[in-house]
Nanobody, 122 residues
Framework: VQLQAYGGGLVQAGGYLRLSCAAS????????MGWFRQAPGKEREFVGT????????VYADSVKGRFTISRDNAKNTVYLQMNSLKTEDTAVYYC????????????????WGQGTLVTVSS
């Protein structure tokens, strides 16, 4: 599975962005999908994950209630809707695919996209 994340950019605090992650291959629906982020000088951090069919999601406490993950298996795409953005959300955001259900650790993911930068200004 090859993953391509896009949609990052510069946004003011309180604003919103939607990231997309397009997957190649015919097995997209076989994988749970996750989003992670990495700020400068920090470790990669779990943001959230969605099950293969899209019926279940899990979020990090830091984004719960503000971010929403969804997926369209017909389009081989997973989305991260980010609302009420804060300056601390500034990071490179990565999408990843996992054979494990609702995994939250980077080592549980098998494939990674290249990342897209989100910058939230005050």
């Amino acid at each position: 599975v090859q993953l391509q994340a896009y949609g990052g950019g510069l946004v003011q605090a309180g604003g919103y962005l939607r990231l997309s992650c397009a997957a190649s291959g015919r097995t997209f629906s076989s994988y749970a999908m996750g989003w992670f982020r990495q700020a400068p000088g920090k470790e990669r951090e779990f943001v959230g994950t969605i099950s293969r069919g899209g019926s279940s999601t899990v979020y990090a406490d830091s984004v719960k209630g503000r971010f929403t993950i969804s997926r369209d298996n017909a389009k081989n795409t997973v989305y991260l809707q980010m609302n009420s953005l804060k300056t601390e959300d500034t990071a490179v955001y990565y999408c990843a695919a996992s054979r494990k259900v609702l995994a939250s650790k980077p080592e549980q993911y098998d494939y990674w996209g290249q990342g897209t930068l989100v910058t939230v200004s005050s």
